[in-house]
């Protein structure tokens, strides 16, 4: 009886071992890649966060998770979310049209500004693909108004996240002035993304078109650096003295979430180059993760 089961046990004790072997290698990895963004945090002047999820094994690492920061265009992830939510919901449709009006034109809107007014029409699929791929501060505020900036917030509440606040319209100078900014934080612009990621917020079909259009290329974007065929659903924002980059890489097989905050920069190019430093950082780990034998032996197709 006892050699019967000697060998099954064997088999399971370096089952045992080999998976404990793997998972060292990993975490000595995941340490390093820590270790790399805190450099990088060191050396920056200014401020800075970061949220980074693995949505395969559910790891998480923070720097300053919870500090409130200005979002500039990063919010627009927020209203882009309330728009396919009141489309999942029939409240909308994401082919309901607009008509361009002079008055709605606002400054950073370079493509609205070059319509024509009382002729073109749009749908709101299309204002959301050029707030997100341009960043089109009037395509924005249509579509602010349009969902109800009280119903971006209130979406924002039902899922636990209570920094996260749209407080006012893109390039509304004295509301600012006043105090009134759009804010989140690292972990709470994390929470959103995975989320909707989980299917928390939107069905298969408005998912998948959610994250196509929030995938659109981008001129300023965490790609810069990436390969080619990199793929981030990502909303960058820049204001004075603020960076901000939030989206979710999807590495084949290794998806994860990373949401890059600075803000009180001395040089905003400095804040930029930190956020696309932190990008291929992480990219760099995610990527030989799922490319690797459980051993970390990487074999490229030729």
């Known amino acids: 009886m006892t050699k019967r089961f000697c060998f099954p046990l064997s088999i399971f004790l370096l089952c045992a071992i080999c998976t404990h072997a793997q998972q060292n290698k990993q975490k000595l990895l995941w340490q390093k890649l820590q ?88 749908t709101l699929r299309d204002l959301a693909t050029m707030m997100v791929a341009v960043s089109d501060n009037s395509a924005t505020n249509v579509l602010i108004r349009r969902v109800g900036m009280g119903n971006v917030n209130n979406m924002l509440a039902s899922l636990g996240l209570q920094a996260t606040q749209l407080r006012r319209e893109m390039m509304d100078l004295k509301a600012a002035s006043e105090g009134l900014e759009n804010v989140s934080t690292p972990r709470e612009m994390m929470t959103l993304l995975e989320a909707i990621y989980r299917g928390k917020l939107l069905k298969t079909a408005l998912k998948d078109d959610f994250f196509k259009v929030l995938s659109t290329p981008k001129e300023s974007s965490m790609l810069q650096g990436l390969p080619d065929d990199a793929v981030a ?70």
Not at 50 to 58: E, F, H, I, M
Not at 260 to 280: C, F
Request: charge should be negative; glycine fraction near 6%; proline fraction near 4%.
């Open 35 to 122: 270790e790399d963004i805190h450099y990088v945090d060191k050396h920056l002047d200014g401020v800075l966060g970061v949220a980074v999820k693995d949505l395969t094994s559910g790891e998480e690492f923070f720097i300053n998770p919870d500090e409130v920061m200005p979002q500039a265009s990063s919010i627009k992830i927020a209203v882009l979310a309330e728009l396919y939510r009141q489309a999942e919901h029939n409240q909308l449709k994401l082919t309901d049209e607009y008509m361009m009006r002079k008055e709605d034109l606002v400054s950073g809107s370079n493509i609205m500004q070059g319509l024509t007014p009382g002729v073109t029409r749009l």
């Open 233 to 302: 659903a990502n909303k960058p924002g820049e204001l004075e003295a603020v960076r901000n980059d939030s989206g979710i890489v999807f590495v084949k097989n290794r998806p994860y979430v990373l949401c890059v905050m600075t803000t009180y920069l001395k040089d905003e190019h400095d804040g930029s180059a930190a956020i696309r430093k932190i990008a291929q950082l992480t990219y760099s780990y995610f990527d030989r993760l799922a490319r690797a034998s459980e051993y970390g032996r990487v074999v490229s197709p030729k």
